[in-house]
C-alpha cells in the first residue's frame, strides 16, 4: 500500500520531504505513519521525524486555540453545526482518559497509533476539558513522538523480516 500512495503522491509531484510534511498534516496519517512513509520513501530518519512530528503538532495549534470559539459561533449553523457536534461529541467520548489520568492519558491517547486516536482527536480533547494551550501542546508533541516510536519499530521490524 505503501508503495501504491508514494507513487500516486509522486505522479503528482510530491515527493522526499513534502511527503512527509503532507502526511504529517493529514489527520489519520499523522506523524505516527509519515515517518515510516518517509523511511520508505527514502529518507534517513532522523530527518524524516524532524520534518512529521512538529508538523503533526503544529497543524492543530488552531484547533487548540480556536475551536472553541468557532464551534460556539458557528454550531446553529444548518450545514457545519451538525459536523461540530458530532466531533465535540467523539471526543466526550475519550473525555474520562484525560479526566482520571491527567496530562499522561492524554499524551498515551495520543501516542496510541490506531484510528481515531492521535494529535486531531487529542487536541478535541483537550479543548472539551479545558486543558491550557502549553499543557496540551506538551501532550501532543509527547504523544506524537510516542506513536512514531512504536510505528517505526513496527516499520523496522516488519521490513527485517521480509528481507
Given amino acids: ?11 503528482h509531484g510530491i515527493q522526499g520531504a513534502w511527503l512527509v510534511l503532507l502526511g504529517g498534516a493529514l489527520p489519520g496519517i499523522e ?3 509519515a515517518v515510516p512513509l518517509g523511511l520508505y520513501a527514502g529518507l534517513p530518519l532522523w530527518q524524516a521525524a524532524l520534518l512529521a512530528v512538529p508538523t503533526s503538532v503544529l497543524v492543530v495549534v488552531p484547533v487548540l486555540l480556536w475551536f472553541d470559539p468557532l464551534a460556539q459561533r458557528c454550531e446553529r449553523l444548518r450545514v457545519i453545526g451538525p459536523f461540530l457536534q458530532w466531533l465535540l461529541r467523539k471526543a466526550r467520548r475519550h473525555q474520562n482518559v484525560v479526566d482520571r489520568w491527567g496530562m499522561l492519558g492524554l499524551t498515551i491517547f495520543v501516542g496510541i497509533p490506531v484510528p481515531g486516536f492521535g494529535v486531531w482527536t487529542g487536541a478535541l480533547i483537550a479543548v472539551v476539558v479545558g486543558m491550557s494551550f502549553w499543557r496540551s501542546t506538551a501532550c501532543m508533541a509527547l504523544g506524537v513522538t510516542l506513536s512514531c ?3 517505526t519499530a513496527l516499520y523496522r521490524a516488519g521490513s527485517l523480516v521480509l528481507q
Fill in 1 to 11: 500500500m505503501h508503495e501504491v500512495l508514494i507513487r500516486f503522491l509522486e505522479s
Fill in 31 to 33: 506523524a505516527r505513519y
Fill in 149 to 151: 516510536v512504536i510505528t
